[in-house]
């Protein structure tokens, strides 16, 4: 049973920064490709960022390029979201996703999820 447990979210004011992450149960890590997701009251959970198995290669959704950046640490198992000049707009439960495939943009396309992890920020 593989397990995703994130942590690092909070309440942060307009311009600042939060780092969320997700450290995964198991011994198999780096056959996963990572991402996260968010997902905001009424509104439908978004992709956000992916990052490749080995760290090579990194996507990220237009609303978050040049202020978010996604990373991994295959050796403890955790994948990491810095969050910088963070906006009203990024206020969602951010979650933590796992596939075996070697794409992952689409929720549907995700084999495991964290619980989430609330990010609240305030104008």
């Known amino acids: 049973q593989v397990q995703l447990v994130e942590s690092g979210g909070g309440l942060v004011q307009a311009g600042g920064f939060l780092r969320l992450s997700c450290t995964v149960s198991?011994?198999?890590?780096?056959?996963?490709?990572m991402g996260w997701f968010r997902q905001a009251p009424g509104k439908e959970r978004e992709f956000v960022s992916v990052?490749?198995?080995?760290?090579?290669?990194?996507y990220y959704a237009d609303s978050v390029k040049g202020r978010f950046t996604i990373s991994r640490d295959n050796a403890n198992n955790t994948v990491f979201l810095q969050m910088n000049s963070l906006k009203p707009e990024d206020t969602a439960v951010y979650y933590c996703?796992?596939?075996?495939?070697?794409?992952?943009?689409?929720?549907?396309?995700?084999?495991?999820w964290g619980q989430g992890t609330q990010v609240t920020v305030s104008s």
């Open positions: 198991g011994r198999t890590f780096g056959r996963y490709t």
């Open positions: 996703a796992a596939s075996t495939g070697n794409t992952m943009r689409r929720s549907s396309e995700s084999d495991y």
């Open positions: 990052i490749s198995k080995f760290g090579g290669s990194t």
